[in-house]
Nanobody, 125 residues
Framework: QVQLVESGGGLVQAGGSLRLSCAGS????????VGWFRQAPGKEREYVAE????????HYADSVKGRFTGSRDNAKNTVYLQMNSLKPEDTAVYYC??????????????????WGEGTQVTVSS
């Protein structure tokens, strides 16, 4: 069983930055790739990024490429999402999720096994 807790969300002006954290429980958390997703009101959950188990590989949705950077510190059981040049359309609840069954899960949310409760990010114009 893996438990995930997101933090770091908040209110920021357009062009600003936030760093989200995803703290994982359990000794095996460092074995899993972690994905970041977001869901805006009235919209479907959207894939944002994925960070491999050791942080050496990352993948991003086109909408955030060049602005968001994923990383992790396995000694702290924590995965990060650095978000720069934020736009109002980035406003959403952000979730992290652990990919257990595969080395890399990619976009489909159903590939992920464990989810956090989410953290709200609001970008004002």
């Amino acid at each position: 069983q893996v438990q995930l807790v997101e933090s770091g969300g908040g209110l920021v002006q357009a062009g600003g930055s936030l760093r989200l954290s995803c703290a994982g429980s359990g000794r095996t958390f460092s074995h899993y790739a972690v994905g970041w997703f977001r869901q805006a009101p009235g919209k479907e959950r959207e894939y944002v990024a994925e960070i491999s188990w050791n942080g050496d590989s990352t993948h991003y949705a086109d909408s955030v490429k060049g602005r968001f950077t994923g990383s992790r510190d396995n000694a702290k059981n924590t995965v990060y999402l650095q978000m720069n040049s934020l736009k109002p359309e980035d406003t959403a609840v952000y979730y992290c999720a652990a990919c257990v069954a595969r080395t890399f899960c990619g976009g489909p949310s159903y590939e992920y096994d464990y989810w956090g409760e989410g953290t709200q990010v609001t970008v004002s114009s």
